[in-house]
């Protein structure tokens, strides 16, 4: 059940957004504020932090912060997409300290278990 909370976020966040650029929903920016935002959160409190998670929670977070900005402030796209990426950078090499924990190994990459001998 875990694995699957994420690609179901991703795929309501692209749909909500999807749908808010072709104005099914003209005033509902809130929705992928609130959609970035509680996907990095969860992604944060469901894995934790480590070195998969400590990249893409954050962006997921700032990115809704940065696009309640824009929508509120008029914060331009040429301001936004830097801060993201410097952001990306700064977290991408936190990602490579030795201070936060390696990623659990994913359900494709476990060895399998030995079969059970007939007793």
């Known amino acids: 059940m875990r694995g699957i ?3 179901v ?10 749908m808010n650029s072709l104005d099914f929903f003209p005033s509902v920016s809130w929705i992928i504020i609130i ?5 990095g959160v969860a992604l944060l ?20 912060i940065t696009t309640f900005l824009r929508q509120q402030y008029q914060l331009p796209l040429s301001i936004q997409w830097p801060i993201l ?3 990306c950078g700064v977290l991408m090499l ?3 300290s030795r201070w936060i924990a390696a990623a659990p ?13 007939p007793e």
């Open 5 to 7: 909370v994420f690609p």
């Open 9 to 18: 976020v991703l795929i309501v966040i692209g749909a909500g957004w999807l």
């Open 35 to 39: 959609g970035l935002m509680s996907a």
């Open 45 to 64: 409190a469901i894995e934790g932090v480590n070195k998969s998670t400590i990249v893409l929670g954050p962006m997921l977070i700032a990115g809704a």
């Open 85 to 87: 990426l410097i952001l």
């Open 94 to 96: 936190l990602a490579r």
């Open 105 to 117: 190994p994913k359900p494709w990459e476990q060895q399998p278990l030995p079969p059970r001998q």
